[in-house]
C-alpha cells in the first residue's frame, strides 16, 4: 500500500473512529408502553420490566396507559417521534392496532409484544411475541374443577365468571380455554359471566351483583385474575357466605395475595400467570435490534397451585 493510500486510509479509519465508538457506546433506547396499574400482576410486571432494563442498560421509555388504547396509541406515536430503537407494549385490547403498528414499521421501529396479543391483519408488523398462552391457562382452571366435580358424580355445579377487561386477550382466551374443557361435564354450566376489569373493586361490584340475583345457587366463582377473585371474596363474605367452602373459588395470576388467601381458607386455587418477563424481553429487544433471528411466539412456564401446596409455596414467591 502507498503511503499517500495508508495516510488517507488511517485518515478515514480516524475520522470514523467517533462515529463508530458512539454507536458501539450509545445505549439501546426502548419505548415501552404498560397497560396501567391495574392489578398486583400488572405491577409485578412493571418492576421486571423497569429491573432489568436498568440490569440490561438499556434506556427505557416507560408510558403507563391507564387501561385506554389511546394512550398506548399516543405512547407509540411519542416514541416513534423519539426515534426510539424498539418499541415494547403490552396491547390492552387484541383490536385497533394495524395504523399506528404501521406506522412505527414506516419509521423502521421495530415493535416486540410482551404480555398479551393483537389481532392484526398483517403479523409482519410485530416481530415477536412473549407472553403466557391464557388458552391454556383457562384450560388448566377448567381441569382443576373437572377434577374436584368427578369427586361428587352427577352433582350439578352453577359457575358464575368475572371476565378480564372486555377485548383483552386473557380475556378472550381464558374463557374460551375454561369453557372448552369443563363443556366434558354437562352438569358444570357457567350461570352469569360479566367483566370485572382486572380490578378488586370491580370484582366485588360485580359478584355483589351475582348474589343479588339469588334466583340461582351459586356453586363455583372462576375469575380470570385473582384481583377480581379478592375482591369477590369481600362481596361473598358480606353475604354471610364462606368463600371458598359454600362457593369454591378458582382464579388465575398466581400473585401473593393469592396464596395468602388460599392461607385463609378462602380461595381453591389460582393458575400461575408469569409476570416477570422483563430480562426476556430486554434480551429479546438487543437481538430484535441486531438484526438477528428471533422466535416469533415465546411463552412461558407456568404451573398450578392449590390450596394445598400455598403454605410451602408462599415463601418461594417472587410477585
Ligand atoms: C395476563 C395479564 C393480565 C393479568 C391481570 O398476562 O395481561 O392483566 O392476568 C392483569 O392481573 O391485569
Not at 404480555?115 to 416481530?127: F, G, I, K
Not at 373437572?146 to 358424580?153: H, Q, S, Y
Not at 393469592?258 to 429479546?284: D, R, Y
Request: hydrophobic share 45%; with cysteine; glycine share 8%.
Amino acid at each position: 500500500m502507498t503511503t499517500t493510500l495508508l495516510r488517507r486510509t488511517l485518515l478515514g479509519a480516524a475520522l470514523l473512529a467517533p462515529l463508530v465508538a458512539t454507536a458501539a457506546d450509545k445505549p439501546l433506547v426502548m419505548g415501552f408502553s404498560q397497560v396501567g396499574a391495574e392489578s398486583e400482576w400488572r405491577s409485578a410486571n412493571t418492576a421486571s420490566v423497569k429491573a432489568a432494563a436498568r440490569q440490561a442498560g438499556i434506556t427505557l421509555k416507560f408510558a403507563d396507559a391507564q387501561q385506554k388504547q389511546e394512550n398506548q396509541v399516543k405512547a407509540i406515536r411519542t416514541f416513534i417521534a423519539q426515534k426510539v430503537d424498539v418499541i415494547a407494549f403490552s396491547p390492552v385490547v387484541e383490536s385497533g392496532w394495524d395504523t399506528v403498528l404501521k406506522e412505527a414499521r414506516a419509521a423502521r421501529i421495530p415493535v416486540v409484544l410482551t404480555d398479551r396479543a393483537v389481532n392484526v391483519s398483517d403479523p409482519s408488523l410485530y416481530v415477536s411475541f412473549i407472553g403466557s398462552d391464557f388458552v391454556e391457562e383457562g384450560r388448566k382452571a377448567g381441569r382443576w374443577l373437572l377434577e374436584r366435580a368427578a369427586k361428587n358424580p352427577g352433582a350439578s355445579l352453577n359457575i358464575v365468571e368475572l371476565q378480564g377487561t372486555v377485548g383483552s386477550a386473557p380475556a378472550i382466551d381464558r374463557k374460551k380455554g375454561f369453557e372448552e374443557v369443563i363443556k366434558a361435564n354437562p352438569k358444570l354450566q357457567v350461570i352469569r359471566s360479566q367483566s370485572g376489569e382486572f380490578t378488586r373493586a370491580k370484582g366485588k361490584e360485580v359478584m355483589e351483583a351475582f348474589l343479588k340475583a339469588k334466583d340461582k345457587k351459586i356453586d363455583v366463582l372462576y375469575a380470570h385474575n385473582d384481583d377480581m377473585a379478592i375482591g369477590a371474596i369481600q362481596a361473598i363474605e358480606e353475604a354471610g357466605l364462606k368463600p371458598g367452602k359454600d362457593i369454591t373459588i378458582i382464579s388465575i395470576d398466581g400473585v401473593k395475595g393469592a396464596f395468602q388467601a388460599m392461607l385463609a381458607g378462602k380461595l381453591n386455587v389460582t393458575i400461575e400467570c408469569n409476570p416477570l418477563l422483563g430480562p426476556q424481553l430486554m434480551e429479546l429487544a438487543r437481538k430484535v435490534v441486531a438484526g438477528q433471528p428471533v422466535e416469533k411466539r415465546i411463552t412461558v412456564i407456568e404451573g398450578v397451585f392449590p390450596a394445598e401446596v400455598a403454605a410451602k409455596e408462599l415463601p418461594n414467591r417472587k410477585y
